[in-house]
Nanobody
Framework: QVQLVESGGGLVQAGGSLRLSCAAS????????MGWYRQAPGKQREFVAA???????NYADAVKGRFTISRDNAKSTVYLQMNSLKPEDTAVYYC???????????????WGQGTQVTVSS
């Protein structure tokens, strides 16, 4: 089981940038595919980005070209660099281990507390 702690959220104006971090404890971080999700008020949690242990990435269409996921296996940390932020990016952001199943990414671990990102217009 991997325990996760997200950080780096905050309030930013539209067009600005933030970098989120997710520190993982527990075993086999380096062999897990890791992902970021987000949940806006009144909406379901949605997939944002994923990265394999070898650095292959995948993004939701809504963030492609603006967000970059990366990881440091030595530090057991996954990052989400968010540029050109929009008000619709406002949400609580979570990381988790993920797996590909039935043509979609599925979270496979326990959720952390998340980190709030608020983008003002």
């Amino acid at each position: 089981q991997v325990q996760l702690v997200e950080s780096g959220g905050g309030l930013v104006q539209a067009g600005g940038s933030l970098r989120l971090s997710c520190a993982a404890s527990g075993s086999i971080f380096s062999t897990n595919i890791m992902g970021w999700y987000r949940q806006a008020p009144g909406k379901q949690r949605e997939f944002v980005a994923a990265i394999t242990g070898g650095g292959i990435t995948n993004y939701a269409d809504a963030v492609k070209g603006r967000f970059t996921i990366s990881r440091d296996n030595a530090k057991s940390t996954v990052y989400l660099q968010m540029n050109s932020l929009k008000p619709e990016d406002t949400a609580v952001y979570y990381c988790n281990a993920v797996r590909w199943s039935l043509n979609r990414w599925v979270p496979s671990g326990s959720w952390g507390q998340g980190t709030q990102v608020t983008v003002s217009s």
